[in-house]
């Protein structure tokens, strides 16, 4: 995974969010499933898609976890999946990941980033895990160490879906303009459908969690690929819950996207560190 794809799917997790699919997460049921609070009353409502958004941002923090599924289609890249169990109140995580050359386990244990992919099995040493701190994991992920280590552990791409999905909701209410598409069915559901339109620096030029380097690096790949427009999709059940998310960009290569379904607010979240005897620590470059 390259540096700039990293910092793009870091700004936009998330998800993993712009960071969502067509299915309920893990087959559990229906996107939304799960613990909740009851719907507000009418009187307490957002009045405004800025308000609604916001407020469904706030309900997402409150929840701390989720079960999530989510998918990137990348004109690049090509299609991968990431599904499984958040807490962005601890950083913890367990997730599965799919793409074109195989499977992989992700986990995320009290600040410690642990891999074990299909690909990185001849890098392993006859071992099944790569454990790393958040440091290395990132720097591993930048392609800035030597070539016998794995550079694509994920690490950055990890911390942006670990940081939860309430945050590109608050980017796109900033700095882009969000308008009510209407009611519609998800998953034999009711749910209301917003959408949201920011410009590719001002949507980026929000983000106040970029390093100025991650910025240029974010904004630099958007322009190489002819990107100028986010758009982003908001699916809400009527408690005002986000259920589901989309983030589409069009430019001269093709058009990205990436699905994000949110289930089971709230849920436990238990990712255990792998044996230590079947882990290779890596230690960076």
């Not at 999946?81 to 958040?86: C, D, I, L, Y």
């Not at 701190?133 to 800035?144: I, P």
Request: net charge negative; aromatic share 4%; with cysteine.
């Amino acid at each position: 995974m390259r540096i700039d794809r990293i910092a793009v799917l870091a700004a936009a997790v998330l998800v993993l969010g712009g960071a969502a699919g067509c299915s309920s997460v893990g087959g559990g049921g229906a996107a939304g499933d799960g613990p909740a609070d009851p719907a507000p009353a009418s009187s307490a409502r957002p009045s405004t898609p800025k308000a609604v958004v916001e407020a469904a941002a706030d309900a997402l923090d409150k929840a701390g976890s989720a079960r999530l599924r989510v998918e990137e289609d990348n004109h690049q890249y090509g299609h991968s999946t990431v599904e499984g169990a958040v807490s962005w109140t601890s950083g913890d995580a367990d997730l599965t990941v799919t793409e074109g050359r195989g499977k992989g386990r992700l986990r995320l244990v009290d600040g410690v980033h642990y891999a074990s992919y299909d690909w990185l099995a001849p890098d392993l040493k006859g071992k099944h895990w790569a454990r790393a701190e958040r440091e290395t994991a990132e720097e591993l992920d930048s392609g800035a160490t030597p070539g016998r280590i794995p550079a694509s552990f994920t690490g950055i791409w990890l911390t942006g879906i670990t940081a939860g999905p309430a945050a590109p909701l608050r980017l796109m209410a900033e700095a882009g303009q969000i308008t009510e598409v209407g009611q519609e069915q998800l998953d034999g559901a009711t749910v209301t459908h917003y959408r949201g339109t920011a410009s590719v620096a001002a949507y980026h030029g929000a983000d106040q969690g970029l390093s100025e380097q991650e910025r240029a690096a974010t904004l630099a790949y958007y322009q190489r690929q002819g990107m100028s427009v986010v758009d982003h999709d908001y699916w809400l059940d009527q408690a005002g819950r986000l259920l589901k998310s989309q983030e589409t960009t069009r430019g001269s290569g093709g058009t990205d996207t990436v699905v994000e379904l949110v289930a089971e607010p709230g849920t436990d979240v238990a990712a255990p560190a792998p044996d230590a005897v079947d882990t290779l620590v890596l230690n960076g470059g």
